[in-house]
């Protein structure tokens, strides 16, 4: 009996091995597609030879990368696409992304016209203004809007009351509910939990968030015109944005992605304005750049995390070192690579906590707290500072009288 059980054993261990090899390897062969789909690898890999397909497919679906996929299989011979119905399958939600980009692009024009026309200035944050640095701008698979908006949380929450009563106050946003495209209305585009770090990030939103709301870009195929962020104030905010994720909901390869088309975006940029100028040699004129971009991400309490970031961004995406805002922390970077893989886009996929539908606010508060607790290790600041943030907060609200 014991060697029955015994070899049973076995049989298990063995079978757990081949899966979770298996999987290492179509997970390494979706990055290495993922790299020629986004130019980063101007060659067809090898290893999709041996892909399975549907391995993929999953991996992308979890990720919200079908549309990213999809733009590099129809760049494929016959022999290397996959089979027909799951080709088709395919084709079908790549389809949808493209009409979801197109209703999100004509929402945005919508959105920004009104609040401009309400005395508002304005920008979208992340979203549709990241989609326009892919390769094709309808493969990204969008989300909602998020607008920010100038004249602070009083004027704001005001003129929001009176269109759509009874929304919930969020630190930084509240729903404007106008339209079957979700909105978000940003006092702020993001924050820290850390008081000290939130404190120095809002005084440096302050500073700079005019300057985005001046920054008008044209849509494709004649949909309008939007304000964006510029590239190098999104170099700092979308990292923000990804860090404080990471303790709420997990973050998942599409906002990688976005982060990464930044990054190269904002070197480029660099690239020409040095080669516009002959006088100073090129690389010098890129880290004098990058020293004064540092000490933000050190100041801003950034930096541990982004070295996490740019270990993800090279072993996922290809990222060269020379492109790099920080030295990479391979340690913290597999760490954080492992989250990704397992939570999928917004840590949809993350069980490891238990179900989160239907779950009530005193349910999540000890979920969430339980759930960070594998973060204080590698984040201690954010990690130990975001149930005090959270609750200081309700406190705050409840003040207040504020729903």
Sequence with gaps: ???????????????????????????????????????????????????????????????????????????????????????????VMAEQIRKQNVRLFLDSVKVCKNFENKGFANCILKGQGNALLY????????????IYLSGGRRKIMKYVDQVCPNQVMRYHHVDFPVMKTAIEVHFTPSYMFCPIHNRRMQKWFEEVMGEQCN??????????????????????????????????????LRQLLDYYLVLVKWHTDLTNLTDSNKSFPQMTQINTDLDTLRHELKYLGLWKFAQAVMYVLHEVFGLSEDW???PMDEREGRFLLDEIMRG????????????????????????????????????????????????WFAVWKKIHGIK
């Excluded at 390769?135 to 998020?146: E, K, S, V, W």
């Excluded at 920054?215 to 944005?241: A, C, K, M, T």
């Excluded at 238990?354 to 973060?375: A, D, T, W």
């Design 1 to 91: 009996m014991s060697v029955l059980y015994d070899r049973w054993l076995f049989v298990i261990y063995l079978s757990c091995v081949q899966k979770y090899s298996f999987m290492l390897k179509q997970q390494k062969i979706f990055f290495d597609f993922l790299r020629f789909c986004i130019g980063s690898a101007k060659e067809i890999p090898d290893s999709l030879k041996e892909a399975d397909w549907k391995e993929l497919y999953c991996i992308a679906q979890k990720q919200a990368l079908l549309g990213v996929l999809f733009h590099g299989i129809q760049r494929l011979a016959k022999e290397l696409v996959p089979e027909q119905k799951l080709l088709m399958q395919w084709m």
């Design 135 to 146: 390769p094709d701008p309808y493969m990204r698979t969008p989300g909602d809007i998020d």
């Design 215 to 252: 920054h008008r870009v044209s849509l494709p195929d004649g949909y309008g015109e939007i304000h964006v962020p510029q590239v190098s104030f999104n170099v700092i905010y979308i990292l923000s944005h990804l860090y404080r994720h990471i303790f709420t909901e997990g973050i998942g």
């Design 324 to 326: 790099m805002i920080a």
């Design 344 to 391: 999928g886009n917004f840590g949809q996929y993350d069980d490891r906590m238990g179900s989160k539908v239907g779950e009530s606010k005193i349910h999540r508060y000890f979920r969430m707290n339980l759930r960070n607790l594998r973060f204080v290790k590698h984040y201690p600041t954010e990690a130990l500072s975001e149930p005090l943030f959270r609750t």
